[in-house]
């Protein structure tokens, strides 16, 4: 075999994480008092268009929490309770392009409220609070909701097999000098 090829391979090796299953991401939003939404979902660009979208089913996972505010209650929406999730892929930043943003509530109109972006509703700025909406328990904020992708465990055992192949490679095919 020829050197050239067991590079290749062992390139393969490095590249072999990458690959059409679902993604997961993590994201916060900063409010008054403070308090934050954190939460995370997953999903698969099934359309390959750059953007996963719940209206396309391709959001797999959906988890959000609120916390550290007297004003409201700390709460947590599920999947379940997600209207809608835009996301551009590869951005650090959810909800500046016009289709972006998230929108979750506790079903029945009485419980909790989380919305976010442009996308799914008007609101530009992010929003939390209890439904029904009554002086007193919502918060606004006007802060980016900040978003980084969470690397699977079998992306980095793929990447760190292929970086020990192309060393020992390169270690086998150097010249040692006496």
Same mark, same amino acid.
């Given at each position: 075999m020829r050197v050239s090829n067991?590079? %290749?391979? %062992?390139? #393969?090796i490095a590249l072999g994480g990458v690959s059409a299953r679902a993604e997961t991401y993590s994201f916060i939003q900063l409010f008054? %008092? *403070? +308090?934050?939404?954190?939460? /995370?979902? +997953?999903g698969t660009d099934l359309n390959i268009d750059g953007r996963l979208d719940s209206r396309d089913g391709e959001i /797999? *996972? $959906? $988890? &959000? +929490? @609120?916390s550290g505010s007297q004003q409201l209650v700390p709460f947590t929406l599920v999947i379940r309770d997600l209207q809608r999730l835009v996301y551009e892929t590869g /951005? =650090?930043?959810l909800g500046d392009a016009a289709y972006e943003g998230i929108a979750a509530n506790t079903l029945g109109g009485i419980g909790f409220s989380f919305v976010t972006g442009r996308g799914p509703t008007t609101f530009q700025i992010g929003f939390v609070g209890t439904l029904p909406i009554s002086p007193g328990t919502s918060l606004s904020s006007d802060l980016p909701v900040m978003v980084t992708? &969470? =690397?699977? !465990? !079998? /992306?980095?055992? @793929? #990447?760190l097999l292929g970086l020990f192949t192309l060393t020992g490679l390169r270690r086998c095919l150097t010249p040692r000098s006496s």
């Open positions: 067991l590079f %290749a391979i %062992a390139g #393969m008054l %008092a *403070n +308090s934050f939404v954190q939460g /995370t979902f +997953s /797999t *996972n $959906f $988890f &959000v +929490s @609120y /951005t =650090p930043v992708q &969470v =690397p699977e !465990s !079998s /992306t980095w055992l @793929y #990447m």
